[in-house]
């Protein structure tokens, strides 16, 4: 994080998930198997009040099974392939108390 005098802040960050769900057993609603993400944004305070907006970007990451699927009565998962990159802007407003 970063704060200029003129009341307008950055922040960036990166995160590396040690332990992402197993990128060989793909499920119909499965959590992300990104290993690697990268955030920044910016924030306008005033006085008690601010204003910020985030965009965090997940890394290109791929899952697959090979073979059957391990989960019963899922034959639709069998031998496949998921490339996923995820982005996601987020924007939130607030005060301090």
Not at 6 to 15: A, D, E, R
Not at 37 to 45: A, D, E, F, P, S
Not at 63 to 80: E, W
Not at 91 to 97: H, K, L, M, S
């Amino acid at each position: 994080d970063y704060d200029f005098k003129n009341g307008l802040g950055l922040s960036g960050g990166y995160s590396f998930n040690t332990a992402p769900m197993s990128r060989n057993r793909i499920v119909p609603a499965f959590a992300s198997t990104n290993q690697n993400t990268i955030t920044y944004g910016v924030r306008y305070t005033k006085e008690r009040f601010w204003l910020g907006a985030a965009h965090m970007i997940g890394l290109p990451s791929r899952a697959f099974n090979r073979g059957v699927s391990p989960y019963p009565g899922t034959p639709q998962y069998d031998n496949a392939h998921v490339n996923e990159f995820i982005q996601s802007l987020t924007v939130g407003v607030g005060f301090r108390i």
